[in-house]
């Protein structure tokens, strides 16, 4: 089985390819999902982050994820906390995922991570697949689709890692500063030349 890591910044266009992949054939492995699954109530991660930050829960026993994000990212230790209740849990569940794909018998496993680079996590994969746009271009996405302000959006992109550090570790680059048909077709050679 082919173990492609799909990242790239805020905006890049990583869940438009992840899901004409998913199209294509390949087993998705959602990082974003599986980190809002762990944190579902009756969850342990839930529970010991209850235990770690105050008033992080609402009426209904859902996470407050507001709350928890302005506690957890407010000093590096905090932070620090939060990521040893929720990575060990969330390396677990992709564990299984790619164990479960391997034992399908499935041909390309693709693990949509945001943080692939940042989380040292590239060498879970036998592939980096990086989306790629110029941060103007993100901006403009972000704010007419994403209903982000134009100040917002250039933070997080400025609290990511630059476009360079994400393009050295990139086996393959789809550049995604044209329009969506262009994307799909770089989508389909990619798959032609290393699926
Ligand atoms: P995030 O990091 O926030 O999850 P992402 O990398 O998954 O974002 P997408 O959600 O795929 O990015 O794309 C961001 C927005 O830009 C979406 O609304 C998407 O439809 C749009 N978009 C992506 N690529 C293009 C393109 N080439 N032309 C026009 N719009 C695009």
Partial sequence: MLKIGLTGGIGSG????????DEMGAFVVD??????????PGEPALAELAEEFEGILNEDGTLNRQELARQAFASREATKKLNSITHPRIRERT????????LEGEKVLVYDMPLLIENGEADRVDHVLV?????????????????LDEKDARARIDA?????????????VLD???DLEELMEQVESF?????
């Fill in 14 to 21: 990583k869940s438009t390819v992840s899901k004409k992949l």
């Fill in 31 to 40: 990082a974003d999902k599986i980190a809002r699954e762990i944190v579902e």
């Fill in 95 to 102: 564990d299984e995922l790619f164990h479960e794909a391997e």
């Fill in 131 to 147: 989306v790629d746009a110029p941060d103007d271009v993100r901006v403009k996405r972000l704010t007419q689709y994403r209903n």
């Fill in 160 to 172: 990511q890692i630059d476009r360079e550090t994400r393009l050295a570790v990139a086996d393959t």
């Fill in 176 to 178: 995604n500063s044209g």
């Fill in 191 to 195: 798959w032609d030349e290393v699926v």
